[in-house]
């Protein structure tokens, strides 16, 4: 878990981690997220003088953040935690709920990579793909809040089962997961991962080069797709196999180019937040949820 006091501009005041714990079970999560909160709360009254006047959590799985519910984290265990409910009365203060990639994709576009771009989507790459779309300063969360499912994208029809029920998502493929699986079988060691197989792509190895190129030309597909259907000005990449920079990047743009027909190439960027874009977006949430109660 990460946490952080923000101010009114985006700045990050103090940060603190903190291992959630989910083998201790759901509800224990749910507790150390609360305590975590109350901690963080009083950080700020002793040593910046004053208390958070609204909270922001970012949750994985599916969420309605109108209704302030963490509806479903197969990681956590979580069915239907009213999470905003619980967090307001442990704080005495407004709380806003939200996605964790929509909420990283709110502070990429507002003060990292996509602030000078009214339009853009953010796609981080780790365990698997999500996405989120960025128009005007928000994130559109769809009519149901599943707007952004890139990783659920069939590139491959004939590819990988995929934990949705489909074959060939593009998540199976691209993901850093999926990189890692490909290069633990195709290098013979099965601690591998997708950072080592970066690293021998950069050292020349064939073998590791085929599992890269694979995993680029899945993605270059599933984006092409997602230009097709949103056309944003920029384009923003993040999470782990962002970490291999130009390695990733290079062969990334040049793929995406050789797809285009009609459609109008973004600019393809790095994320400039890292992992603290969840808890930026989590302080603008609660700043924007703060503004909407004072001026309603």
Not at 162 to 175: D, I, K, N, V, Y
Not at 261 to 275: M, R, S, Y
Not at 279 to 291: M, R, V
Request: glycine share 14%.
């Amino acid at each position: 878990m990460k946490a952080a006091l923000v101010g009114t501009d985006g700045t990050l005041l103090h940060e603190a981690r903190r291992a959630t714990g989910r083998e201790r079970g759901a509800d224990a999560v749910v507790e150390s997220i609360l305590a975590f909160a109350a901690d963080l709360r009083a950080h700020g009254e002793e040593h910046l003088g004053e208390s958070a006047v609204a909270a922001g959590v970012a949750v994985p799985g599916i969420v309605d953040a109108e209704k302030g519910i963490a509806v479903y984290a197969a990681n956590l265990g979580w069915r239907d935690v009213p999470l905003r409910a619980l967090l307001r009365e442990r704080l005495g203060v407004p709380v806003a709920l939200g996605h964790d990639v929509r909420t990283g994709g709110l502070a990429e576009g507002r003060i990292g990579a996509g602030r000078d771009s009214d339009r853009f989507l953010f796609v981080p790459l780790g365990t698997g793909i999500a996405g989120a779309i960025g128009i005007a300063g928000a994130i559109e969360s769809g009519a149901h809040g599943n707007a952004g499912e890139i990783g659920h994208i069939v590139v491959r029809p004939d590819g990988p089962d995929c934990g949705c029920g489909q074959r060939g998502c593009l998540e199976t493929l691209a993901s850093a997961a999926a990189v890692t699986r490909a290069w633990a079988a195709a290098s013979g060691d099965p601690g591998a991962d997708a950072a080592d197989c970066a690293k021998a792509v950069e050292s020349g190895d064939p073998a590791a080069v085929r599992v890269w190129q694979d995993a680029i030309d899945a993605l270059a597909a599933g984006l092409v797709t997602a230009l097709t259907l949103l056309d944003p000005g920029t384009l923003i990449i993040g999470g782990g196999l962002a970490e291999a920079g130009e390695t990733l990047f290079t062969p990334l743009r040049a793929a995406v180019e050789e797809r285009v027909t009609f459609q109008k190439l973004p600019h393809i960027v790095p994320a400039a937040l890292g992992d603290t874009a969840g808890c930026l977006g989590a302080g603008l949430l609660a700043w924007d949820l703060l503004s909407t109660e004072v001026s309603a």
